[in-house]
């Protein structure tokens, strides 16, 4: 379909894998593409629930709009193949796009026209859209964002967010069974980030089809149901949320005044500590793994409360195998050792964790 010959053709076991078009609104199989030398997408397999809200989520450059861009149609494929709602791109652009409501890159407005001359203008450039019913389509649009007090305002006096809701509007000006919105919260402070973010929960709630892309953690955390993770070009990542939390690998924070003799203990278990900055002084625990452990930190001390007064003591870090003794063990294990225990915890890994072990970047996690 889309592909040119750059690439070569799937293994006869990838083609003879059948296509999931009843359950999934987007599906991508081997989606590569290159500009010039620069691999941007790189053999990217995306399956999209229907109804599901997808996060998107990548650093700045990983591929995500280009990735959505040949999705869509706008750019061609230099290899692999994508389905639209059931039919193949960009062979049956013409039956699914209109189907497809997208956000990418905001459509142009022009500035001295109000929000709805801008919205009646865009919906008589769509061939597929019926006159007669451009007035109520229009006016539902502007109520489904909350503009309908600002339709008679001109598009320049619009702050960031209210534009980026009529570029929401202007993917439903028709039904949609799916929309693609790409980073529809760069650049809002926060009250539009947040007006954003509720319209996309709402839009899923009538059944919808939600893409979104998202260099943001939290946000992907906070609407979405789903997620892909993209690194450099290639999906990293992929699955519910709760999927993708599962597969983090938890680890156990020891807090003690004998962190060599607990080294010694954790690594006979198999368990290796990060390398902290080691013991910290002035009686407080020491952070062993940066910025994160911080906030950890501070919530061991607190634990700890005044115990610590006069001692130094070591927070060590180190990720659980999967065959690693039950966390009593572990514990049992120091005690027996003659290693003094302040503190002792097996937590789960975050998301962010997970996300920054993934993509070997820290992601942006405010707001
Ligand atoms: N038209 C183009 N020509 C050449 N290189 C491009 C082009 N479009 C994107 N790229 C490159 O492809 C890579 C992926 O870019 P892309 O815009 O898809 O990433 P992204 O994840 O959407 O990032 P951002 O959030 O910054 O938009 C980048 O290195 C980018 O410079």
């Known amino acids: ?55 998107f989520l990548g650093p700045n450059g990983s591929g995500k709009t280009t990735t959505i861009r040949v999705m869509l149609g706008l750019a061609s494929a230099t290899a692999g193949q994508v389905h639209l709602l059931g039919r193949e791109m960009p062979r049956h652009g013409r039956e699914v796009l209109p189907r ?13 026209l109000s929000g709805e001359a801008n919205l009646r203008r865009l919906d008589t450039a769509n061939r597929y859209a019926p006159g007669d019913t451009r007035t109520a389509r229009v006016a539902a649009a502007l109520e489904r964002v909350g503009l309908s007090h600002a339709a008679h305002k001109k598009v320049r006096a619009y702050s960031l967010g209210m534009k980026q809701r009529l570029g929401i509007a202007n993917a439903l000006l028709s039904p949609r069974e799916l ?68 597969a983090g690998q938890p680890r156990v924070r020891v807090l003690t005044p ?15 500590p990060h390398d902290g900055p080691g013991e910290s002084g002035g009686g407080t625990a020491g ?13 061991l001390r607190a634990e700890v409360g005044g115990i610590l007064d006069g001692d130094r003591a070591t927070i060590l870090v180190a990720p659980l195998p999967d065959d690693a003794p039950p966390p009593e063990d572990i514990a049992a294990a120091l005690v027996a050792a003659g290693v003094r225990l302040r503190g002792f915890a097996v937590e789960e890994a975050s998301l962010e964790d997970r996300f920054v072990a993934l993509t070997g970047e820290g992601f942006d996690v405010a707001q």
């Open 1 to 55: 379909m889309t592909a040119t010959t750059a690439e070569p053709a799937p293994a006869p076991a990838e083609q003879a894998r059948p296509w999931q078009d009843g359950d999934l609104a987007v599906q991508t199989r081997g989606l590569t593409k290159r500009f010039g030398r620069q691999l941007a997408v790189d053999g990217v397999d995306l399956a999209v629930p229907r109804g599901s809200v997808f996060g």
């Open 100 to 112: 497809v409501g997208a956000l990418v890159e905001g459509p142009g407005f022009y500035p001295y």
């Open 179 to 246: 929309l693609v919105l790409d980073e529809p919260t760069n650049g809002l402070d926060p009250q539009g980030t947040r007006e954003v973010r509720a319209l996309v929960r709402s839009l899923a709630e009538g059944g919808t089809t939600v893409f979104v892309s998202s260099h943001l953690l939290a946000e992907v955390e906070q609407m979405c149901t789903h997620a892909a993770v993209m690194s450099v070009g290639r999906l990293v990542a992929h699955g519910s949320l709760e999927e993708l939390r599962r």
């Open 258 to 272: 004998d962190p060599g003799p607990a080294r010694d203990v954790l690594a006979r278990l198999g368990i290796a």
């Open 287 to 299: 952070a062993a793994t940066g910025d994160r452990a911080g906030a950890v930190t501070a919530g």
